[in-house]
């Protein structure tokens, strides 16, 4: 197999071809992935800025984990005292998520829009910080706006919601839950994504 070509996103090695063409396989096979290839270091970088992880314990929540590629990231930016809780469906990349090793967190293969039930399963009672992966266009109009309900009711007073998605279809609905909505942009991806930062 010839090296990867995609610089600043993979190693350039036969592996970095084996993950990306391992996403993008789960892309076509599920349509619930929400994109072709693992994030990259910039948006994992970019997100975890927006989650401003310098209280001490916080609480953090992952909609969409996938096999853990932003997931590791947040571990190694998490307060001493923290704790996360991880939630794929997709049971290919959950069997990678869950090797993960870190007493910190929890995993779960399960389905978000039941949260409130997987939250009470893992006594999860409020977040801090809920971080979303999870494609919102596969969600019906009535969906979105039930899954966001539920997402600000488990946060905290002064909680966020941070969601990173190519589209910004989420905007207004965000400000109809949110008190304040702060968007940026990350070109170093593939593809490029907004990342959205909605204040409780």
């Given amino acids: 197999m010839k090296p990867s070509k995609v610089r ?6 036969s592996a ?3 993950k990306l063409f391992s996403y993008f396989k ?4 599920d349509k619930g992935v929400a994109s072709v290839t693992p994030s990259s270091k ?8 927006a989650m401003d992880l310098k209280s001490p314990g ?6 969409g984990a996938a096999d853990g590629v932003l997931t590791k990231k947040i571990l190694d930016n998490l307060p001493a005292g923290g704790s996360m809780l991880a939630i794929e469906l997709n049971r290919s990349l959950f069997a990678s998520l869950k090797r993960l090793s870190d007493p910190r967190l929890k995993t779960c293969q399960g389905d978000v829009r039941g949260i409130e039930a997987i939250a009470r399963r893992f006594g999860v009672a409020r ?10 266009a596969f969600l019906s109009g009535r969906g979105r706006h039930e899954f966001l309900v539920k997402t600000a009711e488990l946060l905290k007073p002064g909680g966020r919601f941070v969601a990173y998605q190519v589209t910004t279809h989420l905007i207004p609905l965000l400000k109809d839950y949110f008190k304040r909505v702060k968007t940026e942009f990350e070109i170093r991806n593939i593809p490029p994504h907004f ?3 909605a204040f409780k």
Avoid: K
């Fill in 42 to 49: 910039y948006l994992a970088a970019r997100v975890i800025r």
């Fill in 8 to 13: 600043g996103f993979f190693r350039d090695d």
């Fill in 127 to 136: 977040a801090d910080v809920i971080v979303s992966g999870i494609p919102f």
């Fill in 16 to 18: 970095a071809d084996e």
């Fill in 195 to 197: 990342v959205f930062t």
């Fill in 58 to 63: 916080p609480v953090v929540i992952e909609y």
């Fill in 26 to 29: 789960y892309f076509m096979d």
